[in-house]
T-cell receptor, first 114, second 112 residues
Framework: DVKVTQSSRYLVKRTGEKVFLECVQD?????MFWYRQDPGLGLRLIYF???????EKGDIPEGYSVSREKKERFSLILESASTNQTSMYLC?????????????FGPGTRLTVT | DAKTTQPPSMDCAEGRAANLPCNHS???????VYWYRQIHSQGPQYIIH???NNETNEMASLIITEDRKSSTLILPHATLRDTAVYYC?????????????FGGGTRVLVKP
């Protein structure tokens, strides 16, 4: 059974803190993604990675950075958390190609920044 | 990615088949139809995808019309746990950087 896990389901942090969100997949997927999901705004791509140590900015990278040191792990870092980063954060992974299954998502981390 | 149109909501009786329609009249020849669902407070879940032929897996069946302008996701025996928002997407596979964009989806409520 395919699996994407995220380090926390719920997280509460203070403004200005550095926050690490970890994502691990066990499917040997090349591509990994970080999204945030907010009511009325849908899914928005923050960063993605198509290989170890490779990363590309998505639509809303400001205030975030990522790290991919191993194929199975993709970390999202909030350098200095702000209240507007309160959101549901979703990690996903997939293999590249055309006729392939869709992205597999983790359970999500609901982050609250106070 | 081509635009899709889905009804905003539908109810289904537990144990009955749920048929979820999706219109994608501007689909390109190389675009696949993907279905996902999202149960409340959980991450989206991939269900099934197809290009031209009908597809079936352990979760659902996907029926694509011959002109590929519409499709139907079939949940053969809906359970209460199938209550979720279902998203139909058309896109060219899973290329790197090929971000996922969900439309409004169909909110399915399975009733006892």
């Amino acid at each position: 059974d395919v699996k994407v896990t995220q380090s926390s389901r719920y997280l509460v942090k203070r403004t200005g803190e550095k926050v690490f969100l970890e994502c691990v997949q066990d499917m040997d997927h090349e591509n990994m993604f970080w999204y945030r999901q907010d009511p009325g705004l849908g899914l928005r791509l923050i960063y993605f990675s198509y290989d170890v140590k490779m990363k590309e900015k998505g639509d809303i990278p400001e205030g975030y950075s990522v790290s991919r040191e191993k194929k199975e792990r993709f970390s999202l870092i909030l350098e200095s958390a702000s209240t507007n980063q309160t959101s549901m954060y979703l990690c996903a992974s997939t293999s590249p190609g055309t006729d392939v299954p869709g992205q597999y998502f983790g359970p999500g981390t609901r982050l609250t920044v106070t | 990615d081509a635009k899709t149109t889905q009804p905003p909501s539908m109810d289904c009786a537990e144990g009955r088949a749920a048929n979820l329609p999706c219109n994608h009249s501007t689909i390109s020849g190389n675009e696949y139809v993907y279905w996902y669902r999202q149960i409340h407070s959980q991450g989206p879940q991939y269900i099934i995808h197809g290009l031209k032929n009908n597809e079936t897996n352990e979760m659902a069946s996907l029926i694509i019309t011959e002109d590929r302008k519409s499709s139907t996701l079939i949940l053969p025996h809906a359970t209460l746990r199938d209550t979720a928002v279902y998203y139909c997407i058309v896109r060219v596979g899973s290329a790197a950087g090929n971000k996922l964009t969900f439309g409004g989806g169909t909110r399915v409520l399975v009733k006892p």
